[in-house]
Each structure stands twice: as structure tokens, then as C-alpha cells.
């Protein structure tokens, strides 16, 4: 800057009259100036040159403020045309001072400096004016001020350029910088991060030629262990950590680690707790998983070999979602124990199982092994403590079966034999034989006949002459689980009257040899059902009492002849996609869980409507398998009257039974809804067809134990099928089931009194059932023996008493009920024989027309025989109201009986003559009628 004060040594040409120094005082001070006043002559042309003036390097442009102070020519008397009010500035670039060589030629017009205010004489006004010279290259510069013929003073020449001030922007440092002139309106300037901030591209800014930042480009971030504040970097306080170059803030230390030091790009775990490889450094520290869960093995294939292993994941996944497990196999023998190497197989793997189960197969028999389940996880790698569950299995293992023989034939009879190639020394085994004919007799099923052995060796006999019958045997281990069968394999019996000559030569090996020969399946049978209390026994003459009583053919076969009785579901049922079950709508309640009506739609079959059982939520195995057996013991049935079994479905969380669906529901009820509205005719339509499905259990050899109209199920046809044969079903079910002395459940109003007696189910006591289904369903669902206690009717039973005819019901259905109820079992109808009866009165509807005696004062008093408060009714309406036949005031007000004596007088011809035809109603109004004259009534039954 240049700036008055002081003797500056300009130059000035001419050197004599021209610019001259001179003095003011202005407000009190001495200030120096140039001047010059030669306004009275012509063609002035006088310079006032400054000395050389080193330019910035960076400079290009300069700005020029001067103050001075310009005389108005008005005030002097000089001629208007050579006196001036302006004079001129001038510039020069120099790359060295030349000293005083001055030559006018060198300088460029910068502008011509015209004052804002003139001062007449006397005055003084300073002008302050500001020029820019620009484009300026050279090492320096002169300025020079060329007057005209004015009268002027400068009093202050200030030269100077403008920068951009040194600035920190996004935590980039720029330097001050010098504004750029015209040729460069924004000067781009590099800077630099602040220190702790790094950023990819240098950080950029613009500088403009007012000395002005504009458009900072910075990425500046701080490193980790900083965090921006107050443009700059300052460290992570204790306790926070940064761990990358990022403009976020410090974050508090995660879960589980070490408080952490100023400056933290991470923070460490704690003893005991991890970081996976893969975990970021922000993560959260974790702990290791605790051992695996409530570990089982499954054995249900164990006779082949196989099992399976399953257990729940950790109860403390140390905060982990990548847990995994490892399974390791070690086989013992005695104490010893190796890793069993790569004869096991597990799958789908050993290690790294993201699944909570692993079949494990090709184990070899008799053998202990010890399976370690590990629960790992991505930080079990940082420690030596296992998490591991193991589980010890003795496998018995039931070998493989080779190829039967005959061992000795006759007309009647086959002996057959086989043996077990175990890999070591056999065990104990059961086996179980199945046979049937070959030939498959009028297109019916043919089911086997399962025989429980406990030697390799069996005669079977009683069979058919000339008959070729088909084998097939499977081992069972000692706990019962069945292996695989043994190919199917055919043995004929001999033509009638011939003998196999070798019998006496076998036998007498064999019995020399110690082997008993034929041990069948009696005692087994019997040792098996003792312990499950509920496996249902055959009919009494069932086939298995006694080994010359074989009758085989069409036998169900009990579920709990498998310990696993998943083998009999899979065997008797097919598995179901729940993707093919739609459910609709809840129907009913079941023990097990809701029923639902739905549609089954299996791939290239037809939608079909169904029923399906559910099995609620929070089951334990055991009902589990029961619920399943309801299945396994469906699935055998193939009839008209008895509820088809679509499927199962087995393989999924939620266990289904998939039925048929009836659309009637349940018989019991449908009846109580259509009290009176249906003929004798269609009743015993119905019976005949429940009848015709009990004939085909007993077939089957099933006997039912809760055949009750509450178990039979109707369609939209009006078709009844029976239906309800889960295992424990009678024990826990059924709501009518009483518990008895000998402690079993029983529902006592349908039971025959041998059965509630000394539990002795058999055919013969369903059809007592049927019996008091019969009457059920002729008496439109009325409850049997109506609200007598259990006891009651136990007492009237033994006491020879029976339930009466219902009303309007034809005399030869009240006759087969009572054939049902006799007293000796073997005297009752067998299933057979009630199928032709009912048969007949169909075919003959006037066998139907004789109606059996009805008395209605056997039947107990309905609840209301009196006014709510037990005293009697005060008119006509207020009875028919009680009993809710109110639709009938008319007609008794029409035919005069207005008052309750007038009532008690009606006979049921009368009610019927007052137009009261539906049975039902006519049945409820002279029950009522009755209950009104005999209030201390009580039941009486008759006797047979
Ligand atoms: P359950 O568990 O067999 O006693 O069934 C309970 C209830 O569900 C029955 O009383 C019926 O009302 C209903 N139900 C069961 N199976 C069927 C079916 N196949 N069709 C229609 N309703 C059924």
C-alpha cells in the first residue's frame, strides 16, 4: 500500500511546474498531498509518477483508491474550455524498477478519475475513488496520474488486492489466497484435510475476485477414533469408539465389551465373550451357546439300522443366529468307546448341521453308542468349552431276515421256518408273521392275519386245502419296533388226505434240537394287552385264542401290534400334502382338538369335501399317537357304513386326520333336530345301514366298545357310517364314559352288563350297543333311560328291566331291540342276522305298521310337568308355553279345551284329533299330559 505521510520520492514531469508537494492542515493535522493548479493554461500535460511498486505474485489485479480533492474551475476566472475537473490514471508494468527513466509511451490508460463533489474556494471535499487495474503479469508495476489542467490535490493514493482469508470448510484447510482478477473470475484452490481427517480427492474450493469462498468440494472424514467437531477431529471420549473414517459420531462401547480409553476405534470383549472372524468390529460381543436341548433318539428304524436324532436348539444362544451342531458318533463296547468312523452314516451331515435333527444309519447291532450333539456357533472357535449333549443307545438290532422254507406241509397246515443273519451274536428277537391267501376271493379284500412269534419257526394251521398262501415275516426288536419284511413268499398247502413224508424227520430234529417248534401268538397277545390297557381285544372267538381257531382273512390289525405305532399309521394311511387340505369352517370338538370342514384336493384327483381332525397344539407323543391310531385303525376299513379315511397327514407339526365329510353330523343330534319329522320307514333305513357297518367290523374282527348314536355320522343321504375308533377314545372321549369299579371308562347306558361287569367287549355287546341305538334312534335322539343315574341303571338292567318301546315305535324294531338286550350274549342277534331283519321290514313297509304298546307312564316326568315354581299351570297357554308347543293353542282353545282339567282328561287320540300329527310333538304333549296327573311318577321299565 502507498499512502501519504511522507516524502515518497515520486517522480513528476515536468519536474519543474508541475505536480507540486504541498501541505494542509486538515482538523488540526498537517497532511501532505500533491497538487497541481494550472487552470489557467492550455495544454497541460503533467505526470506524477509513483515509485516502483512490487506486485504479489498471485496478484493480477489491483485495485487503486484514491482520495483527493478537485477545485471547481467556477471558482477561478479562467476560461471554462482549458480549466479541467479530472485528471487521469495511468499504469506501467515493469519487471525491474527503472528508476527515474520515465517515459510516457510505456503507460496504459486505466481510467479517468472524475471527482463525486468539486470544492469551490475555501472547501474541501475529498473524493474517495476506487480503480481496478487489472491482468497485471509483470514483477511490478508504476502508477501515474496525468492532469489536464485541473485544480487537484491527491491526498492519499491506497493500492492494494483482495484475497480469500486462509479457512477451514468440511474439515478442509484452505489457504488465504489471493482473488484472481478478469482473466480469472474464480480462482479453483486446493486444500487439505485437518489434521485426524483424511478424504479420497483432495478438497477444492473457488475463490472469486471479491475475496469471497464459494462451492467448497470436501470429503474430508475424520479417522477412526475421531469424531468431527468444530471443524476438526477431536478423539473418541472414554467409553465411545469409532472404528472407520466416517462423518458419524463416536458411539457408546456395544453389549459385553471393556470400556474403552479416549480415542477407541474399537472396543474389546470381555473375558467370555467373542467376536465371530466375520463380525464387524462394531458388533455387539458374544457369548457361547449353551448345550443342545431335550436330545432323543428316534428309533423306529432301528431294526434296519437307523435312527434319528433330534433335540431343540440351545436355551442361550449367546446372542447368536448362526448356531449350528455337530454331531459325533462313538461306539462302546464295554468301556471302551471309538469314534465310529466313517461306517456311520449321519445325514445330512455331521458338522455344520443347521437343522436340529440328523438320521443316523448303518449302525451295527448290538452295540452301545454315545451320539455328542455340539451346539456351535461363530465364536466357539475362541474357546475350548464344548456345549454338547450327548445320548447313549444300545441298538438291538433285529438283523436281517433270510428267505423262509417249508419245513413241513400238509393239507391243512404249513410249517415254515427262517433264520436272522446278524453281524454279531443274535439277540432276542420277536417276529412278526403275515399271511393270506394268494387268491384274491370274490374281489374282496383280503387282509392278513398277524401273528407275534418268539421263534424263528411257526405252524400254521388250519387252512384250506390245495391253497397257495402268501408269507411275509419281519423281525421285531425286543422293544417292540418292527424292521423291514422279508420279500413276500408263496407255500401251498397239500391236496386233501396227503402228507408230507418228511414231517416226523424235521420235527424230530427240530424238538431234539430244543427249538420249540410253533409257539403262535396267544401268549404273547395276551402279556401285550395286559400292558396296554386299552388295546382293544378281539371279538371273543377271536382268531388268534387258540391255534387250531385261526380264521384268518379280512382281520384288523391292531396299531399297538407296533410299539411305534407311527409304522401302522404310514402303513394304513396315506400321507397327505397339508398344501392339499383346505380348512373351512370348525365343526366340532373332538378330544384331540377342533374338527374342521374343508377340501381335499390331491394332485389329478377331484375336490372332495371333508372332515379333518386337528390335533391341538402343545400335545405330548403319546397323544400324538393315539390321535394317529384313530387312523391307522380307519385306514383298514373299506365300507359303505363306516367314515372313510382319506389320509393323514403325519409329517408336519400339526398332525390331521382327513375324512369324509357327513354332512348331517353327528346322528344324535340330527335326530334331536328332526323330532318327529321323519317315518319309521326312514329310521329303520338308517339302523339297517349302521347295522350293515357294525357286520362289517365284525368281520374285521373289530369290535367298537362306544357305538352310540353319537358316534354315527350322517351325509346329505341320510346314509349313517360309523365312525370313532381312536384307542383310547372310550377311556377319555367320550363324555358318557364312567369310570367303573374295575376302573376302566365305560359308557355305561350303551353297555352290555357283561362288559361293564368284567369288561368283556366283544361282538356280542356291540350289538346290545346297537340295541339302545335302535331305540335312539326311534325315539328321535332321546337320551336312553332319560336322567336316571348311571347306577339306576345299572340296578334295572340286572334287576331284568329294559327300556320301553319308544312312541310310535313299530312292534318287530321294539322286539329286535330287546333280542339285543338279552341277558345271555350268546343268545343276542349277531350283526348278520340284524341286517336281514332289517332287511325284511324294509322290503315289506306293512311289517312296519304295527306299533308297539306304548305306555307313556314308564317314561319319566319331563322338566316341565309345573310352572317354573312347581306350582300348576293356570291356563292352557301357559302349559303349551312350558313345553314349547305354543304353535298348538289354537287348536285346543278351537276344540274347547280351555282350561287344565279339561288336559288332563286327553288320550293321545284326542291330542292327535285336535290336529297335533307329527309324533313328536304328540309325544311331548302326552308325556306332558301324564307328568301333569302322576306328578310322583318315576320311571318303571319293562320287564322281559
Ligand atoms: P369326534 O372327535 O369324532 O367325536 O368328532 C367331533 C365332532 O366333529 C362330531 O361329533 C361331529 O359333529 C364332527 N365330525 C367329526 N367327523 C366328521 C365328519 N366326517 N363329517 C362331519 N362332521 C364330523
Known sequence: ?????????????????????????????????????????????????????QRHPTASRVFVELRFVVRDCNSFNADSLICKETFNLYASEADADIGTAFRKGLFRKVATIAPDEISSLGEMKMNIETKVVDNLSRKGFYLAFQDIGACVAIYSVRVYYKTCPATVKSLAEFPETVAGGENQALREVAGSCVSNAVSEDQPRIYCTTDGEWVVPVSQCQCRPGFEAMNDACQECQSGFFKSSVSSEACKPCPKNTQPSGHGATSCTCKDGFYRATEDPKTAVCSGLPSAPQSLVATTAQMSIGRLQLSWRPPADTGGRSDITYTVVCERCEGRACQPCGEKVRLDPSNTDLKETRVTVSELEPLLNYTFTVEARSGVSQFSNKRATSSINTALHYTGRLTAMHLVDS????????????????????RYELMYRKKEIANGKVTTYTVLVLEKNLVQISDLSPSTVYLFKVQALSPEGNPGSYSLEQEFSTLPQGEQSENVSVILGAAIGGGVMLFIVVVVLLLRKRRRNSHTRQGPEDAYFSSPDQLKPLKTYVDPHTYEDPNTAVLKFASEIHPSHITKQKVIGAGEFGEVYRGILKAPSRKETAVAIKTLKPGYTEKQRQDFLSEASIMGQFSHQNIIRLEGVVTKFKHAMIVTEYMENGALDKYLKDHDGDMSSFQLVGMLRGIAAGMKYLLDMSYVHRDLAARNILVNSNLECKVSDFGLSRVLEDDPEGTYTTSGGKIPIRWTAPEAIAYRKFTSASDVWSFGIVMWEVMAFGERPYWDMSNHEVMKAINEAFRLPAPMDCPSAVYQLMLQCWLQDRSKRPRFGDIVSILDKLLKSPDSLKAIAD?????????????????SPFRSVAEWLESIKMNQYSENFSIAGIVSMEQVLQMKSEDIRNIGVRLPGHLKRIAYSILGLKDQTSTLSVFAV
Open 410 to 429: 400238509s393239507s391243512t397246515s404249513l410249517s415254515l421256518q427262517w433264520s436272522v443273519s446278524h453281524r454279531s451274536k443274535p439277540v432276542a428277537t
Open 854 to 870: 306304548f305306555d307313556p307312564r314308564v317314561s319319566i316326568r319331563l322338566p316341565s310337568t309345573s310352572g317354573s315354581d312347581g
Open 1 to 53: 500500500m502507498v499512502a501519504s505521510g511522507a516524502e515518497l520520492g515520486w517522480l513528476t514531469s515536468p519536474v519543474e511546474h508541475g505536480w507540486e508537494i504541498g501541505q494542509r492542515a486538515v482538523n488540526g493535522s498537517l497532511l501532505y498531498n500533491y497538487y497541481i493548479c494550472n487552470v489557467e493554461e492550455r495544454e497541460q500535460d503533467n505526470w506524477l509518477r509513483t515509485t516502483f511498486i
